[in-house]
């Protein structure tokens, strides 16, 4: 049988409604441990690391560095470390056709509230003082 | 230790994608009953049926275990799904030993089956398995399975110093098993430049760097050996049945390329059973893709994975062959089914029986790997031949 079906899902994100409330904006919001300190991005509820449930949210710049990148005809996605986290992030690469390896997050591309990097050009900034 | 699991008998259909209008209930029902006859049992005989299926979307049915049930004779048995995505059929053979090591049940028979090929398109599928990691994070960057096994597999290569050489010979000795077994997706007989000249599907994994999508079934039936007659006795016995997770996000592990919830759950099934990894003769492997064996090979505890694969280790005349059905590469991954065909697999091999590629030296210990998401859920067996 040929059988169709659209679902249509509507998710609340509950405690963790501000994360993609800034994400929406093209804001980076952490969390931040309350005990340890460790700066999460993706924002979590718990701390991975003492599993303490007592967080702060904490902006970053939305400056990252991307660590590996894999291109595929889906698009390119890297794993990147955002300045002032502690952890690492995967994200999709807005402009794949850029080679360099820093970029700042911007708004989500489409509904679906994912973390979008634009790579940008910093032949400049490494010149600076050579 | 487990010591009162037995391995009663199992059967599995071929894994291929189907073209012949079979549907995924006719599977069901061809490995349950090549499993009862494999065990000299009838239906009767069982009283409690678990079936693992990944995924509702695949099968488009709720609550298969009653349907199942019913489809395959199992009258009044008690019967339930387990679900740990990839590892959904493995972690279903868990459920089974731990009922009957429990008491639960006397029989149980494992029931894994998914339709991954013939129901949707590739795409769909692949849309589904993008919501394995974090829905709500990597899900929804809209990053695909094969590109978030790049990732990993490139900060594995950057530690290790593995090649793609390595990941091209696992892809091709995977398939060179293969041709051994007849119920295996993918037969092929392909060189390292075939792999290496193959489309790029997420850089650095290339198509036949990739398992396929696999339509199947197979099924085991777990016993105290007391409860069992005369045809299943002398059969492989369970040592450890242990499942452990990893961080869900791959960011959020300190090493990206490392397989931490892989080695937790290694290192203690290998205390439960008293063993040493050293004292294993033959390992099932998740080889989702070619690079995801050596990672698991890895954090398996396995001593200088890279040499060892290099040194022909892992090959059927070698100390510790790996994949010898051919592994999902080779063999095929119908989600559900994929997990119960490699403790079959493993089983078979320990008691002479397996119908496929031998291991040149007998093991007496074999140990079993699957995962969901990118080794996240990790579940491991080990067993010991009669
Ligand atoms: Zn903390």
Redesign the interface.
């Known amino acids: 049988m040929k ?1 169709q ?1 659209t679902l249509d899902y509507t ?1 609340p ?1 509950g405690d ?1 409604q501000p994360y ?1 409330d800034a994400l929406r904006d093209g804001q980076a919001l952490a969390s931040k441990c309350d005990s340890c300190g460790i700066v ?1 991005f ?1 924002a979590r509820t718990n701390c ?1 690391s003492c599993r303490d449930a007592s967080m702060q949210w904490t902006p970053l710049t939305g400056t990252a560095h991307v ?9 390119s ?3 990147v470390k955002f300045d002032g986290a502690d ?6 690469l807005k402009n794949p056709e850029n080679n360099t390896t820093i970029g700042t997050l911007v708004a ?1 591309i489409g509904d ?5 990097l634009t790579l940008i050009d910093t032949e400049n900034e490494e010149h600076d003082g050579h | 230790m487990i010591s009162n699991v037995s391995f009663a008998g199992g059967a599995m259909t071929p894994f291929n994608r189907r073209k012949d209008g079979s549907s995924f209930r006719d599977w069901a029902r061809a490995a349950v009953q090549g499993a009862l006859d494999d065990a000299g049992l009838e239906a009767r005989d069982i009283d409690a049926l678990i079936v693992a299926s990944e995924s509702d979307f695949f099968t ?1 049915q709720l609550n298969p275990a009653a349907l199942l049930a019913d489809e395959c004779g199992l009258i009044g048995v008690a019967a339930k799904r387990v679900e740990g995505g990839g590892a959904s059929g493995h972690l279903a053979v868990h459920a089974g030993v731990a009922e009957v090591a429990s008491g639960m049940a006397c029989r149980v028979l494992v029931l894994g089956v998914e339709p991954s090929a013939s129901h949707l398109k590739g795409a769909d599928v692949g849309a589904l398995y993008g919501l394995s990691f ?1 829905a ?9 399975s ?3 096994y ?2 990993s597999a ?2 594995f290569m ?1 530690r290790t110093g593995a090649t793609l050489d390595d990941f091209a010979r696992i892809a091709v000795r995977n398939r060179a098993h293969a041709r051994m077994n007849a119920n295996a997706h993918l037969p092929l007989d392909v060189s390292l430049d075939e792999v290496a000249a193959s489309p ?6 290339r198509r036949l760097d990739c398992s396929p999508l696999s339509d199947g079934a197979a099924a085991i039936i777990l016993a105290n050996a007391s409860d069992l007659p005369a045809r299943a006795q002398g059969r492989a016995r369970f040592r450890a049945a242990v499942s452990a997770v990893d ?1 869900v ?4 592990r300190q090493d ?1 390329g490392f397989f931490g919830g892989k080695q937790r759950a290694a290192q203690r099934a290998y205390e439960i059973a008293g063993v040493t990894a050293a004292e294993i003769g033959l390992a099932e492997v998740y080889d989702s893709y070619s690079g995801a064996q050596l990672q698991s090979l890895e954090a398996l505890g396995f001593a200088d994975v890279i040499a060892a694969e290099r040194d022909g280790a892992f090959t059927a005349q070698g100390a510790m062959p790996v994949n010898l059905s051919g592994g999902l590469l080779g063999q095929g991954a119908p989600v559900g089914a994929t997990g119960v065909a490699q403790v079959l697999t493993a089983a078979l091999q320990l008691e002479g029986r397996y119908f496929g590629q031998q291991a040149t030296h007998a093991p007496r210990y074999a140990l079993v790997d699957t995962h969901g998401g990118i080794a996240t859920l990790n579940a491991i067996s080990i067993l010991e031949a009669p």
């Open positions: 059988y079906m998710i994100f963790l993609f999460a993706p991975a660590l590996f990148r894999t291109d595929a005809n889906g698009g996605y890297a794993l952890t690492t992030s995967t994200v999709a989500p679906a509230p994912g973390l979008w | 488009m974090d709500w994070t990597d899900g929804m960057t809209g990053i695909d094969t590109s978030l790049a990732l490139q900060a950057a790029v599907v997420a850089s650095p994994y961080a996000r791959l960011g959020e990206a």
